[in-house]
Every structure is written in structure tokens, then in C-alpha cells.
Nanobody, 124 residues
């Protein structure tokens, strides 16, 4: 079992930055691929970014490439999502997800564990 807790959300103006953190407890964090997903009001949950177990490989949705950066610190059992140049369309609840070996890195149903989510609101 892996327990995930997101933090760092809030309200930010267009063009601003935020860093989300996801602290993991339970089984060995370093053995899990980690992902960030988001769900805007009235929309399906969508992939944002993912990082491999050692942090050497990252994956991004086209909509966030060049603006968001995912990273992890296995010593701290934490994964981060640095979000720059935020846009109003980035407004959503953001979820941290984990799986030992997701069969489809971009699919939320590939991940066995997820946090409660945290809200990001980008104002104009």
C-alpha cells in the first residue's frame, strides 16, 4: 500500500508559477513510477506528467511541455511538479499517482494508487 499526499496548490495569476509536492509513505517509493494527472470541472481526468523510478526519464502532455517539470527525490519520498507560465486552462484538481509498472504511462487507470488531489486555480 502507498499513501500519497499532495501539497502546494492554491490561487495564482496567469503567467505565475507553483510547485506541487507529493509525499509518499508505505512501500518503497523508489520502486514506483510516479505521475501527475489533473481534472478540470466537468472534464475527464487527463495526464500531465510522469517520471521513471530513478528520475532519468520523464513524460509530458503536449499542453504542458516546456512549462511544467516533473522531478523526484527518492531520499525524501517525494515527487514534484514545477509549473511555470500558468494559464487559466491549467485550473483543475491535480492528482499524484503511483504504480510499480504502469502498462500505459499516460493512462490514469494504469496507476494503482492516487492521492486526494489538490486544487489549482489560475486567474486572469
Amino acid at each position: 500500500q502507498v499513501h500519497l499526499v499532495e501539497s502546494g496548490g492554491g490561487l495564482v495569476q496567469t503567467g505565475g508559477s507553483l510547485r506541487l509536492s507529493c509525499a509518499a509513505s508505505g512501500r518503497t517509493f523508489s520502486g514506483y513510477t510516479m505521475g501527475w494527472f489533473r481534472q478540470a470541472p466537468g472534464k475527464d481526468r487527463e495526464f500531465v506528467a510522469a517520471v521513471s523510478v530513478c528520475g532519468s526519464t520523464t513524460y509530458y502532455a503536449d499542453s504542458v511541455k516546456g512549462r511544467f517539470t516533473i522531478s523526484r527525490d527518492n531520499a525524501k519520498n517525494t515527487v514534484y511538479l514545477q509549473m511555470n507560465s500558468l494559464k487559466p486552462e491549467s485550473t483543475a484538481d491535480y492528482y499524484c499517482e503511483a504504480d510499480i509498472n504502469p502498462y500505459y504511462i499516460y493512462g490514469e487507470y494504469s496507476y494503482s494508487y492516487w492521492g486526494q488531489g489538490i486544487q489549482i486555480t489560475v486567474t486572469t
